[in-house]
């Protein structure tokens, strides 16, 4: 039995702590960075809330009373009330194969770039429903930054008059882009990327990674166990970066032209596969910034597996060119999520990248 996270112990102990007590609130915002491990702590959660092991009390039935027991690392609660689930019943394996009925993912659904009202409505009129053989139905709205603002009002009805069988837990990136009175409304729990060394640790003994390749893996994913996973399920992932990379080291080399042209070709990408030009800018800041650290002498690369390329760079390259570079790519991220002109950006990010001397 277990929750099965990875990291997090502050904010497993936390709900852990509220289903031993029978202190559950209604709603929760889970924040944290992107593949930091936000759904599987939620699915994990839901999956505590509705383990057959108690019964519709929260209780085992027809069992005697038993003295206190340490209720998997948490004291003091009901002594028949376990805050884990077991892993093995009807209810666990459902929602960890993401077939329950009553425990619902809701976010946004391409091509959208937000959480629609209809999928508020769909929430609302789902949850004045009693649920039939749970205790709790839960709802896990991912990306609550991205709720449309008149779904965001609809969703803070049901946040702030709940019926007693629904736990909401909303998730988000930046609690700061997110409605204030939802905020308000919810218990908050912070997640954090794990020290790269822990992760790498887990990356080893668990998985049996290489200890080199585990540490790239945790360097590249900043801590995030989603992230590492991820990449370490898709090979094709890391060979995307390496691509991106050589790319880029091109176009350190390239004339104006050269660098306009491949700009046009992400402006291109952009209107039907966005995610593949963030990621190309994703991995410029990550470069930039490496090369920013070492020439400042400080630990802290991910791109470990490139580090003498990097010294190249950091050796050859004004150091006020970099940060302007890294600084650009961060704007032209920004921009870009905010409707701007896609190629324009794009032309700019590209012609602010350091020129090696060849190209000069």
């Known amino acids: 039995m277990g929750w099965g996270i990875v990291g997090h112990p502050r904010a497993v102990d936390l709900l852990r702590r509220g289903i031993a007590h029978d202190r559950v609130s209604h709603a929760y915002l889970f924040s944290g960075p992107p593949k930091v491990g936000k759904r599987t702590l939620a699915l994990e959660f839901a999956r505590s809330l509705n383990c057959e092991r108690l ?3 929260g209780s085992p039935p027809d069992r005697p009373p038993l003295p206190p027991p340490n209720l998997g690392g948490v004291e003091g609660g009901d002594p028949r009330r376990s805050a884990d689930p077991c892993n093995g019943c009807r209810h666990c394996r459902l929602i960890a194969e993401g077939k329950h009925p009553e425990v619902r993912l ?7 770039r937000v959480v629609r009202v209809a999928d508020v409505e769909s929430i609302q009129s789902d949850a004045a429903l009693r649920p039939a053989d749970v205790r709790r139905k839960v709802y896990i709205l991912e990306q609550a930054e991205l709720l449309h603002p008149d779904a965001a009002n609809r969703l ?5 008059e709940p019926p007693e069988h629904v736990v909401m837990v909303l998730t988000t990136s930046d609690a700061e882009a997110t409605l204030p009175t939802i905020v308000s409304r919810c218990q908050q729990v912070r997640l954090r990327a794990l020290p790269r060394p822990e992760l790498a640790h887990y990356l080893v003994e668990t998985r049996g990674l290489a200890r080199e390749r585990a540490e790239l893996l945790a360097a590249l994913g900043e801590g995030r166990v989603g992230w590492a996973l991820e990449a370490l ?3 094709r992932r890391l060979e995307r970066r390496t691509r991106l990379l050589d790319e880029l080291a091109g176009l350190v080399d390239a004339d104006r032209m050269e660098r306009l042209q491949y700009a ?16 190309t800018l994703e991995a410029w800041l990550r470069w ?19 580090r003498d390329e990097l010294e190249v760079q950091a050796a050859r390259l004004p150091a006020a060119a970099v940060a302007a570079a890294l600084a650009s790519a961060r704007d032209t991220l920004l921009m870009l999520d905010q409707n701007v002109n896609a190629r324009l950006a794009l032309d700019i990010a590209a012609l602010d990248l350091p020129r090696s001397e060849r190209a000069a």
């Open 264 to 279: 046009r070709s992400l402006a291109d990408r952009w209107s039907g596969h966005p995610e593949t030009v963030r990621e």
């Open 55 to 57: 019964d519709a009390s």
């Open 288 to 306: 930039w910034r490496d090369v920013l650290l070492l020439q400042r002498r400080v630990e802290g690369i991910v791109n470990l597996d490139r």
């Open 233 to 235: 399920a898709d090979e």
């Open 156 to 160: 803070l009805k049901t946040i702030e």
């Open 106 to 112: 809701i976010g946004v659904q391409p091509p959208h």
